[in-house]
């Protein structure tokens, strides 16, 4: 099993563009989630999904867009990038509606000038 | 919401001593409360993790404490080594159908060989 991947492992935007952060997994989950870095600031979520055609707002959703067409695909968009918005991205996934690991990917680090 | 507050930030110790991080919790309905590891450039990884029914749980050198009543719960790692060093988060989910994990600020752990 590849577990979760992320693509691309690192990006540069200028503010304004628009782009998507690419993540799959392997291990069959319901449960995906998008969560951004920044430092001192621990992981915050920014939406979730506990099955395809079912997505939710997290934490900090504001200026990010989510769709769940597959099992296997949770794509985050940007759709006008802001340098607020310069972080690092991970994915997670686990079986959803269980007390469970949530497994991350290696994450997509962006910047946005 | 949740609130997980973690300390100390960072924490440095020598090589054989051991290290312990703690956080605290908010919200009474929490009942896992997982610790990750994450070393530069990479994603979070689980470590250790215990539900609300376990006061304590071990995994060789590293062990986690919970205090439901004072909701706390603490990492400790005995005879740390080098390769310890890395960013630990702890987390908690109230589990349910989403199990969104609130995260800690994270602690950057140094081990000085």
């Known amino acids: 099993n590849a577990g979760v991947t992320q693509t691309p492992k690192f990006q540069v935007l200028k503010t304004g563009q628009s782009m998507t952060l690419q993540c799959a997994q392997d291990?069959?989950?319901?449960?995906m989630s998008w969560y951004r870095q920044d430092p001192g600031m621990g992981l915050r979520l920014i939406h979730y999904s506990v099955g395809a055609g079912i997505t939710d707002q997290g934490e900090v959703p504001n200026g990010y867009n989510v769709s769940r067409s597959t099992t296997e695909d949770f794509p985050l968009r940007l759709l006008s990038a802001a340098p607020s918005q310069t972080s690092v991205y991970f994915c997670?996934?686990?079986?959803?509606?269980?007390?469970?690991?949530?497994?991350f990917g290696p994450g997509t680090r962006l910047t946005v000038l | 919401g949740e609130n997980v507050e973690q300390h100390p930030s960072t924490l440095s110790v020598q090589e054989g001593d051991s290290a312990v991080i703690k956080c605290t919790y908010s919200d009474s309905a929490s009942n896992y409360f997982p610790w990750y590891k994450q070393e530069l450039g990479k994603g979070p990884q689980l470590i250790i993790d215990i539900r609300s029914n376990v006061g304590e749980k071990k995994d060789q050198r590293i062990a986690v404490t919970l205090n439901k009543t004072a909701k706390h719960f603490s990492l400790h790692i005995t005879e740390t080594q080098p390769e310890d060093s890395a960013v630990y988060f702890c987390?908690?989910?109230?589990?349910?159908?989403?199990?969104?994990?609130?995260f800690g600020k994270g602690t950057k752990l140094s081990v000085k060989p």
């Open positions: 291990m069959n989950h319901e449960y």
């Open positions: 997670a996934s686990k079986v959803a509606g269980a007390v469970d690991t949530q497994y």
């Open positions: 987390a908690a989910s109230k589990g349910g159908s989403q199990g969104n994990l609130i």
